[in-house]
């Protein structure tokens, strides 16, 4: 499966974007889903998973309560939904997909888009 994310930008602190990731492929529909963030001289972390069917979601600690993720299988895009933004969550964004067991593990997990720049301006 290839993923595309889209969807970030410059924003003020307080401020909302919502991220989209584009699959394209066969089955888009059994896959894990996660988005995952890297800021500058920081090693990648997890932001939030959704299983295949949207029944389980996990988020890190840092942004429980201001992100949410969701998917339309029937459109092969998973979302974020960013809330509350704060200076601390400019990162690159990036959505990857897994096989089988859900997991917030990134090093489980098979396909990456190139990434989506978000910048929260103070």
């Known amino acids: 499966v290839q993923l595309q994310a889209y969807g970030g930008g410059l924003v003020q602190a307080g401020g909302s974007l919502r991220l989209s990731c584009a699959a394209s492929?066969?089955?888009?529909?059994?896959?894990?889903m996660g988005w995952f963030r890297q800021a500058p001289g920081k090693e990648r972390e997890f932001v939030a998973h959704?299983?295949?069917?949207?029944?389980?979601?996990s988020y890190a600690d840092s942004v429980k309560g201001r992100f949410t993720i969701s998917r339309d299988n029937a459109k092969n895009t998973v979302y974020l939904q960013m809330n509350s933004l704060k200076p601390e969550d400019t990162a690159v964004y990036y959505c990857?997909?897994?096989?089988?067991?859900?997991?917030?593990?990134?090093?489980?997990?098979?396909?990456w888009g190139q990434g989506t720049l978000v910048t929260v301006s103070s």
């Open positions: 959704i299983s295949w069917n949207s029944i389980i979601t």
């Open positions: 492929g066969r089955s888009f529909s059994s896959y894990r």
């Open positions: 990857a997909a897994k096989s089988y067991l859900d997991s917030r593990l990134g090093n489980e997990y098979e396909y």
